[in-house]
Every structure is written in C-alpha cells, then in structure tokens.
Nanobody, 127 residues
Framework: QVQLVESGGGLVQAGGSLRLSCTAS????????MAWFRQAPGKERESVAA????????YYTDSVKGRFTISRDNAKNTVYLQMKSLKPEDTAVYYC????????????????????WGQGTQVTVSS
C-alpha cells in the first residue's frame, strides 16, 4: 500500500508559478512510476505529466509542455510538479498517482493505469 499526500496548491494570477509536491509513504518509492493528473469541474480527469522510477524518463501532455516540469527525489519519497506561466485553463484539482512499475521509460500515462491516488490539491489561476 502506498499513501500519497499532495501539497502546494493555491490561488495564483495568470503568468505566475506554483510548485506541487506529493509525498509517499513506504520504503519502496523508487519502485513506482509517478504521475500528475488534473480534473476541472465538469471535465474528465486528464493526464498532466508522468515520470519513471529513476526520473530519467518523463512525459507531458501537449498543453503543458515547456511550462511544467515533473521531477522526483527518491531519497525524500517525493515527486514534484513545477508549474510556470500558468493560465486560467490550468485551473483544476491536481492529483498525484502511483503505479508499481520499474521500467526505463514512461509507459503509463492514463488514469486507469494507476493504482494509488492522493486526495488532490486545488490550483486556481485567475485572469
């Protein structure tokens, strides 16, 4: 079992930055692929970014490429999402997710592939 706790959400003006953190319980964090998803009101949950167990392989959805960076610190059991140049359309609840997967490239980018989820953190970008 893995428990995930997100933090770092909040209200920011368009063009601003936020860094989300997700800390996992347990001793096997380095055996998990990690990802960030988001869900806006009335919309389906969508992939934002994913990272493999080592951090050497990453994935971004097109709408956040060049603005968001996913990273991880296995010694701290934490994955991060640095968000820059935020836009009002980035407003959503952001969820951290984990999947027991130790491969050298990101292969899991859809919600149904992930087994463990955090409670979510709200990100609101005002125009």
């Amino acid at each position: 079992q893995v428990q995930l706790v997100e933090s770092g959400g909040g209200l920011v003006q368009a063009g601003g930055s936020l860094r989300l953190s997700c800390t996992a319980s347990g001793r096997t964090f380095s055996s998990y692929a990690m990802a960030w998803f988001r869900q806006a009101p009335g919309k389906e949950r969508e992939s934002v970014a994913a990272i493999n167990w080592s951090g050497r392989s990453t994935y971004y959805t097109d709408s956040v490429k060049g603005r968001f960076t996913i990273s991880r610190d296995n010694a701290k059991n934490t994955v991060y999402l640095q968000m820059k140049s935020l836009k009002p359309e980035d407003t959503a609840v952001y969820y951290c997710a984990a999947r027991a997967e130790r491969v050298n490239v990101v292969v899991s980018t859809t919600p149904e592939r992930y087994d463990y989820w955090g409670q979510g953190t709200q990100v609101t970008v005002s125009s």
